[in-house]
């Protein structure tokens, strides 16, 4: 699963989704890991992709140092993909906290953050 890293972790949760059509990783509610090499990423908990989009969406929720994940922070929303588009997607942690209440949804944060 992590290409034989001793990784310390307490737990791991893996996601496959399988969609009808092609998908990606929209947003998440939590921190999202993209490198496992340090253990100050791993140690703190949060998604990790193998694979964002496409046919099949690989996802590990790593737990880090802790034992209970609050459910919200499982969330994860998944979009249509067309295959040639970017993929990008956004954690909640990217939008500052005076700025949450002022966007009617992660697309219009999405929509406002790439000009």
């Given at each position: ?9 307490n ?95 992660m ?9």
């Amino acid at each position: 699963m992590f290409d034989g890293r001793n990784v310390p972790l307490n737990s791991v949760i893996h996601l496959v989704v399988i969609p009808s059509e092609p998908a990606k990783i929209d947003t998440i509610a939590t921190h999202a890991i993209t490198d496992l090499t340090t253990l100050e990423n791993i140690s703190k908990r949060g998604w990790f992709f193998s694979s964002p989009a496409g046919n099949s969406i690989d996802a590990k929720f790593l737990f880090g140092q802790s034992k209970v994940i609050p459910q919200d922070e499982l969330r994860v929303e998944i979009g249509p993909w067309d295959g040639n588009s970017e993929l990008s997607f956004y954690s909640v942690e990217d939008i500052p906290q005076n700025e949450k209440e002022e966007y009617q949804s992660m697309e219009d944060f999405g929509k406002k953050n790439r000009r």
